[in-house]
């Protein structure tokens, strides 16, 4: 059973951190690419930040880059996005995503076929 869930997500401080996790169950991620989206009430889901299945090669979406962080460790199994200098605008439900056997391009949700539950990110003073 392909299964990937998100933890990390919370009520943060503007300006503040957290660190989004993205665990796999019953695959393992060596070969998929991987995505971080996000989905504000009332808005379509985005592309956040995309790692190839070798960890070579990343996309980041213009608001974000410079402040979040993707990564994998295979050895866990796990894919993270760490979240810098957080503004309210990045209030969402953050959900990750795989793509097996694709080349690695565009970072959007149509491209993208695994979806784990989402976890609620909340930036607020």
């Known amino acids: 059973q392909l299964q990937l869930v998100e933890s990390g997500g919370g009520l943060v401080q503007p300006g503040g951190s957290l660190r989004l996790s993205c665990a796999a169950s019953?695959?393992?991620?060596?070969?998929?690419?991987i995505g971080w989206f996000r989905q504000a009430p009332g808005k379509e889901r985005e592309g956040v930040a995309c790692i190839s299945s070798s960890g070579g090669s990343t996309n980041y979406a213009d608001s974000v880059k410079g402040r979040f962080t993707i990564s994998r460790d295979n050895a866990k199994n796990t894919v993270s996005l760490q979240m810098n200098s957080l503004k309210p605008e990045d209030t969402a439900v953050y959900s990750c995503?795989?793509?097996?056997?694709?080349?690695?391009?565009?970072?959007?949700?149509?491209?993208?076929?695994?979806w784990g539950q989402g976890t609620q990110v909340t930036v607020s003073s």
């Open positions: 995503a795989a793509q097996k056997f694709a080349l690695f391009r565009l970072c959007v949700p149509t491209e993208y076929d695994y």
């Open positions: 019953g695959f393992t991620l060596d070969y998929y690419n």
